[in-house]
């Protein structure tokens, strides 16, 4: 998938609930995950989302998903499951993220899948998470990808990423620029601090200039509210929480707060 061929508009989040093996898991099986995971994603297609991520999100304390701490195999082989069931079912784009930052693990679900991109964390440049170290292996996981032809998963990279710190200080300009002129990266994503987090506008601006007319996303805190306002700097946007019954996280998709939210977005960004 090309940055020409990125979807526009609202991404809705499928989060897995903890699997089997998980810290958080209490009971039920890989069926009871897949079967809350697409009745979610049911709920997103309906309520007219452009796209759909999956993400691992309920297998907290999550990896590093670097070299040597990979996301467990029946993670990604779940997240491949899912993803192939959403392909073929929705006829959206659909996206895989491997948290915290398996890279690797979720361009090979994509491609396997025929998902259309991946999102990662650290792309370029070395964070302080609370996974610790997390050091970007965009070097590495660009060869994958192209191993992977015909097939080939856009990467949408977030740039100055939520719950971690850069190492060194870094601008939005400077992240941005890393990202996808070193980086090579399809997309960027912009966030707030924390899951649910509002993106700081002036922050949301200054990637969208840096950008100039390659593809910038909003990573987290979408609203209504706001919706109008960050659609003039984003071309889409990956809304999870607020989607969800009463804005709870780990609560059901709800359909009417994706209907209203999707109204609120639109398209995005207009293009010139």
């Given at each position: 998938?090309?940055?020409?061929?990125?979807?526009?508009?609202?991404?809705?989040?499928?989060?897995?609930?903890?699997?089997?093996?998980?810290?958080?898991?209490?009971?039920?099986?890989?069926?009871?995950?897949?079967?809350?995971?697409?009745?979610?994603?049911?709920?997103?297609?309906?309520?007219?989302?452009?796209?759909?991520?999956?993400?691992?999100?309920?297998?907290?304390?999550?990896?590093?998903?670097?070299?040597?701490?990979?996301?467990?195999?029946?993670?990604?082989?779940?997240?491949?499951?899912?993803?192939?069931?959403?392909?073929?079912?929705?006829?959206?784009?659909?996206?895989?993220?491997?948290?915290?930052?398996?890279?690797?693990?979720?361009?090979?679900?994509?491609?396997?899948?025929?998902?259309?991109?991946?999102?990662?964390?650290?792309?370029?440049?070395?964070?302080?998470?609370?996974?610790?170290?997390?050091?970007?292996?965009?070097?590495?996981?660009?060869?994958?990808?192209?191993?992977?032809?015909p097939a080939r998963p856009a990467i949408a990279a977030d740039v100055l990423v939520?719950?971690?710190?850069?190492?060194?200080?870094?601008?939005?300009?400077?992240?941005?620029?890393?990202?996808?002129?070193?980086?090579?990266?399809?997309?960027?994503?912009?966030?707030?601090?924390?899951?649910?987090?509002?993106?700081?506008?002036?922050?949301?601006?200054?990637?969208?200039?840096?950008?100039?007319?390659?593809?910038?996303?909003?990573?987290?805190?979408?609203?209504?509210?706001?919706?109008?306002?960050?659609?003039?700097?984003?071309?889409?946007?990956?809304?999870?929480?607020?989607?969800?019954?009463?804005?709870?996280?780990?609560?059901?998709?709800?359909?009417?707060?994706?209907?209203?939210?999707?109204?609120?977005?639109?398209?995005?960004?207009?293009?010139?």
């Amino acid at each position: 998938m090309s940055p020409m061929d990125l979807p526009r508009g609202v991404l809705g989040v499928v989060h897995l609930p903890a699997l089997p093996g998980d810290p958080a898991h209490v009971n039920g099986s890989f069926r009871d995950v897949e079967r809350f995971a697409m009745a979610d994603a049911e709920a997103l297609a309906k309520g007219g989302v452009r796209g759909i991520v999956l993400e691992n999100f309920g297998s907290a304390p999550f990896p590093k998903g670097t070299a040597g701490a990979r996301v467990p195999a029946h993670h990604a082989a779940t997240l491949a499951i899912l993803a192939r069931a959403c392909v073929e079912r929705f006829g959206l784009a659909v996206g895989v993220n491997c948290l915290r930052n398996d890279v690797l693990s979720a361009l090979g679900v994509a491609a396997s899948a025929g998902a259309g991109f991946v999102r990662v964390n650290v792309h370029t440049g070395a964070y302080i998470t609370d996974q610790g170290l997390i050091e970007g292996e965009a070097d590495v996981s660009l060869r994958y990808r192209a191993s992977l032809a015909p097939a080939r998963p856009a990467i949408a990279a977030d740039v100055l990423v939520k719950h971690a710190s850069p190492l060194a200080p870094l601008t939005m300009t400077q992240a941005v620029h890393e990202a996808l002129d070193r980086g090579l990266a399809d997309a960027v994503i912009v966030t707030g601090q924390a899951t649910g987090s509002e993106v700081n506008e002036d922050e949301l601006a200054e990637a969208r200039e840096a950008a100039d007319d390659r593809p910038v996303w909003l990573g987290s805190g979408l609203t209504p509210e706001h919706a109008e306002v960050f659609a003039r700097y984003a071309d889409a946007a990956i809304v999870g929480t607020w989607l969800k019954r009463g804005g709870q996280v780990h609560a059901p998709v709800d359909e009417a707060r994706v209907a209203e939210i999707v109204a609120a977005f639109g398209e995005g960004r207009p293009r010139e």
